[in-house]
C-alpha cells in the first residue's frame, strides 16, 4: 500500500491557479496573480509558494483507503450511481 505522507514531494496546481501541497490539506496557495509580475519577482514568488505548499504536508502517514475515507469517498473500485 503506498502512504501518502510529508515524504511525499509531489504538488499540485489546478486548472485554476491554486497550488496544492498535500491532497488532504485544506490549505492551498494561488498562483494567478504571479502572472501580472516581472519575471524575477514572479520566480522569487513562486519559490517562496512552492516552499509553503511543501510545508503544509502532513506529518502523519496518510494511505489513500484514509484520504478516501476523510474526504468521504468510495473504497476503491467500488463506483456508486452506475
Known sequence: MQHLCSQCSRARLSSTGWLHGCLSASRSHYLGDVLELPRAEALARIRELSAR???DKQA???????????????AAGRVSGL
Open 53 to 55: 505548499a511543501l510545508a
Open 60 to 74: 502523519e502517514r496518510l494511505t489513500a483507503p484514509d484520504l478516501r475515507r476523510r474526504l468521504g469517498l468510495p
